[in-house]
């Protein structure tokens, strides 16, 4: 099949059907009886809890609410109704106490404040890349937006190591709720399911033994909007299917377009397929409507993401 904009059209009944199939071969072949996943309020998790509860049954699926004091109270809202549609466990377990003994509010903010000395109490922020990746030359380096409790707000460009230091932090938070996850699997004879997209995979948007440490990875084949058509087909919730995709995990409101993919999914799939496909950059734009140069600073961004993240889709490496 040629490259067109229907390339990543997929048969949602028979993609479910062998999702399925795939997550109860895995918890035979692991002797596991449970499935447990974080439910985020996102649509990857809510279709990921799906499936999983046509594999296993809904009376064997524990799904996991792991907010901290920061996360949007619509995450847990949606996530908790989510599991109410699908009839499964929800257990809610606040991981803010685990993250203020570690100090990853304090260690993030210090960063900050290296900038904007005046940062504390009441004051918020995100980190984001340059938009447009499609029609402005640009690095992959990261800007710091504060607000402040009035609702102003102030950017600067990140070196760095700053922003490595808020990243690091953050970072905490993915592998607290995977630790979380890890307790209640081993607990109750658990596989824990992951939820990253094809999308994320491909680029590296995961934290290694964070989200990305889990058993069994059951739509990281389906790029983000073959995600959104399953979870459709599947009666994920109305709310969870409008929401932007976000990482929800900076103290100021950020979408996963801004924070790193530069790009609308719906452009962006199409776009990594032909990249991983190698499809010729002229048949790239004929299909899409782009020109040459906006096809070239794409690719460019896949394969500089790509590369900076190999490791991250490894296992780490041993002597023979």
């Given at each position: 099949?040629?490259?067109?904009?229907d390339?990543?059209?997929?048969?949602?009944?028979?993609?479910t059907?062998r999702?399925?199939s795939?997550?109860?071969?895995?918890?035979?072949?692991?002797?596991?009886?449970?499935?447990?996943?974080g439910l985020?309020?996102g649509?990857?998790?809510?279709l990921?809890?799906?499936l999983?509860?046509?594999?296993?049954?809904?009376?064997n699926v524990?799904?996991?609410l792991?907010p901290d004091?920061e996360?949007s109270?619509?995450?847990?809202e949606?996530?908790?109704?989510q599991?109410?549609?699908?009839?499964?466990?929800?257990?809610?377990?606040d991981i803010?106490?685990?993250?203020?003994?570690?100090?990853t509010?304090?260690?993030?903010?210090?960063?900050?404040?290296t900038?904007?000395?005046?940062?504390?109490?009441g004051?918020?922020?995100?980190?984001?890349?340059?938009?447009?990746?499609?029609?402005?030359?640009?690095?992959?380096?990261?800007?710091l937006?504060?607000?402040?409790?009035?609702?102003?707000?102030?950017?600067?460009r990140?070196?760095?190591?700053?922003?490595?230091g808020?990243?690091?932090?953050t970072?905490?938070?993915?592998?607290?709720?995977?630790?979380?996850?890890y307790?209640?699997?081993?607990k109750?004879?658990?596989?824990?399911?992951?939820t990253?997209?094809?999308?994320?995979?491909?680029?590296?948007l995961?934290v290694?033994?964070?989200d990305?440490?889990?058993?069994?990875?059951?739509?990281?084949?389906?790029y983000?909007?073959?995600?959104?058509?399953?979870a459709e087909e599947?009666?994920?919730?109305?709310?969870?299917?409008?929401?932007?995709?976000?990482?929800d995990?900076?103290?100021?409101?950020?979408?996963?377009e801004?924070?790193?993919?530069?790009?609308?999914?719906?452009?962006?799939?199409?776009?990594l397929?032909?990249?991983?496909?190698r499809?010729d950059?002229?048949?790239?734009?004929?299909?899409?409507?782009?020109?040459?140069?906006?096809v070239?600073?794409?690719?460019?961004?896949?394969?500089?993401?790509?590369?900076?993240?190999?490791?991250?889709?490894?296992?780490?490496?041993?002597?023979?």
């Amino acid at each position: 099949m040629g490259f067109s904009k229907d390339i990543l059209a997929v048969d949602g009944p028979r993609e479910t059907e062998r999702i399925v199939s795939f997550i109860k071969d895995q918890m035979k072949s692991m002797h596991r009886k449970r499935i447990i996943i974080g439910l985020s309020g996102g649509v990857d998790s809510a279709l990921s809890a799906s499936l999983s509860a046509s594999a296993a049954g809904r009376a064997n699926v524990l799904a996991l609410l792991l907010p901290d004091k920061e996360s949007s109270p619509q995450s847990a809202e949606f996530a908790a109704k989510q599991a109410r549609e699908l009839g499964i466990e929800a257990m809610t377990v606040d991981i803010t106490p685990v993250l203020e003994a570690f100090g990853t509010y304090e260690k993030r903010d210090q960063v900050a404040r290296t900038i904007f000395p005046d940062f504390g109490p009441g004051h918020s922020l995100k980190i984001t890349l340059p938009e447009d990746v499609l029609n402005k030359d640009a690095y992959n380096v990261f800007t710091l937006t504060t607000y402040d409790p009035e609702g102003r707000s102030r950017t600067a460009r990140l070196t760095n190591e700053q922003a490595q230091g808020i990243i690091a932090a953050t970072c905490t938070k993915h592998r607290t709720r995977m630790m979380t996850q890890y307790y209640y699997a081993e607990k109750l004879n658990g596989l824990v399911c992951g939820t990253t997209n094809k999308s994320e995979a491909v680029q590296g948007l995961f934290v290694k033994y964070g989200d990305g440490g889990v058993d069994i990875e059951p739509i990281a084949h389906l790029y983000k909007t073959q995600v959104f058509r399953l979870a459709e087909e599947a009666g994920v919730i109305p709310e969870i299917l409008r929401r932007a995709p976000s990482p929800d995990t900076y103290s100021a409101p950020v979408s996963d377009e801004e924070w790193f993919f530069r790009m609308p999914f719906k452009t962006l799939d199409l776009l990594l397929a032909a990249w991983e496909d190698r499809i010729d950059i002229a048949e790239v734009c004929r299909v899409m409507g782009l020109t040459e140069d906006q096809v070239r600073r794409a690719f460019r961004d896949f394969g500089s993401k790509h590369r900076a993240t190999e490791h991250l889709r490894r296992f780490p490496p041993s002597l023979p």
